[in-house]
């Protein structure tokens, strides 16, 4: 086997390997070279034996080739037809929440179409808007709610509403107060979290009865609402119905306004209403600015309960709804 060294720096070519000749023919101090590399029992050269041998080629033929081309190309088409990652759904959700007593209360919530779901990382947090419906919208069915007043607005005018929508559905016989209306609150509440909205930007607004209920709840959670729309409803006594405002000095509509100091407010009303006098909007309105609240009221002439129409469907009301923010 042949070797290098070093010595005194400089480096001393290997050796050729010497082999003794055979018996009776050899001739002394012969010297044997190495053989030919076409000789099959060759013994390598001492200065290419570490040369790494070049790796055979793999074999192929036109059956390997097709079958290669075969495999690549259900690749691709595995891929292509693979399902896309799961974004959120858009449009009217159906969804329900639970009373305290084990009764569910439906809800729909809209999603508007453009709307991008948690997989994008760059969307902006949206606004919410919680809505109250009428007495003609209670049931169980989860759908007569987002036909009158703010669902039928989405539906015509969708780009004016950019945000998320919740719209639950109060039982028969049933006011926006007491369990009902926190039930609603639980409504808003599992909405900000599945789709993970503006906790600045949520609103309040409800028509008629919801109107009624929504004034209640400004007053029990007005540290949660940017923004109030109140349309066409009530705050005193109205016939058997006791006003939802405990006694105290000075009239309800001053105790409700003293709740609600600093949150902006729109109130809207049919000048013609025969179903809820217009009056009892122009008290809150007036107890309002009483205290210098960022109040506007909008007296509609010869409008009568369906106020709800002109109001949701109004561009210049939604762009200022949209606009509040509370500053934490």
């Known amino acids: 086997m042949s070797t ?31 053989k030919s590399r076409a000789n099959a029992g060759a013994m390598p050269d001492a200065r290419t034996a570490s040369a790494p041998r070049p790796t055979p080629k793999p074999r192929t ?36 929440v639970a009373f305290d007593d084990g009764r569910t209360m439906p809800y729909v919530v809209h999603v508007p179409r453009d709307f991008a779901g948690r997989d994008d990382a760059q969307r902006e947090r949206w606004p919410v808007v919680l809505f ?3 007495a003609g919208e209670r049931g169980s069915d989860g759908l007569l709610q987002t036909e009158v007043g703010i669902g039928s607005a989405i539906r015509r005018f969708p780009a004016r509403y950019r945000g998320i929508v919740v719209m639950p559905q109060a039982p028969q016989h049933a006011r926006w107060a007491g369990p009902v209306a926190e039930t609603a609150m639980r409504a808003l509440d599992a909405t900000l979290a599945e789709f993970d909205c503006d906790p600045a930007r949520v609103y309040l607004t409800g028509l008629s009865l919801g109107c009624e209920g929504a004034w209640y709840l400004a007053c029990e959670h007005r540290a949660r609402f940017a923004a109030l729309l109140a349309v066409c409803g009530w705050v005193g006594d109205r016939g058997p119905l ?23 407010t729109w109130i809207v009303h049919g000048e013609a209403d025969v179903a809820v006098p217009v009056v009892e909007s122009r008290r809150m309105a007036e107890a309002l600015e009483a205290i210098g609240g960022p109040v506007t009221y909008s007296e509609l002439p010869g ?26």
């Open 4 to 34: 290098s060294k070093r010595n005194s720096g400089a480096r001393v070519k290997a050796k050729a390997l010497s082999v003794p000749p055979p018996r009776g023919k050899a001739k002394p101090s012969a010297r044997v070279e190495p």
């Open 61 to 96: 033929t036109p059956a390997i080739q097709a079958k290669a081309s075969a495999a690549a190309k259900a690749n691709v088409a595995a891929k292509a037809n693979a399902p896309a990652p799961p974004r959120t759904a858009t449009g009217m959700l159906d969804r329900s």
């Open 132 to 134: 109250l419906h009428g």
């Open 242 to 264: 006791p006003s939802f405002v405990a006694e105290g000095e000075g009239t309800p509509y001053d105790r409700v306004a003293a709740r609600l100091r600093g949150l902006p």
């Open 303 to 328: 409008v009568n309960h369906n106020a709800w129409d002109p109001a949701y469907q109004s561009e210049a009301i939604a762009t200022w709804l949209f606009a509040q923010r509370q500053h934490r």
